[in-house]
């Protein structure tokens, strides 16, 4: 099994910055693309970013030139720099990964336990 542990949330003001990291533990063959969603209160969960194991990204509009996504293949770590933050920002940001834990097992998807992002003054 997989198994992702975020961290870096907190309370942040308006207009402040934060990073999150997101470290993939246990069995790993593989990992594909890994990427970081967030969930508001009485909100459907969203994509934030995505990054391909060779660098691609992709960012919610909304996020747009404030936040950027990175990873450290040989970490097995993705992080999320998070700029210019917003109290629209506030959620829980979850980690996610397209992993293989073995070649037997193919390509499944991880999540990690949520890490709370809180904009406010």
């Known amino acids: 099994q997989v198994q992702l542990v975020e961290s870096g949330g907190g309370l942040v003001q308006p207009g402040g910055s934060l990073r999150l990291s997101c470290a993939a533990s246990?069995?790993?063959?593989?990992?594909?693309?890994m990427g970081w969603y967030r969930q508001a209160p009485g909100k459907q969960r969203e994509l934030v970013a995505v990054?391909?194991?060779?660098?691609?990204?992709n960012y919610a509009d909304s996020v747009k030139g404030r936040f950027t996504i990175s990873r450290d293949n040989a970490k097995n770590t993705v992080y999320l720099q998070m700029n210019s933050l917003k109290p629209v920002d506030t959620a829980d940001y979850y980690c996610?990964?397209?992993?293989?834990?073995?070649?037997?097992?193919?390509?499944?998807?991880?999540w990690g336990q949520g890490t709370k992002v809180t904009v406010s003054s």
């Open positions: 996610n990964a397209n992993a293989a834990a073995s070649w037997a097992t193919g390509y499944n998807e991880y």
């Open positions: 246990g069995s790993i063959f593989s990992i594909n693309a």
């Open positions: 990054i391909t194991s060779g660098g691609s990204t």
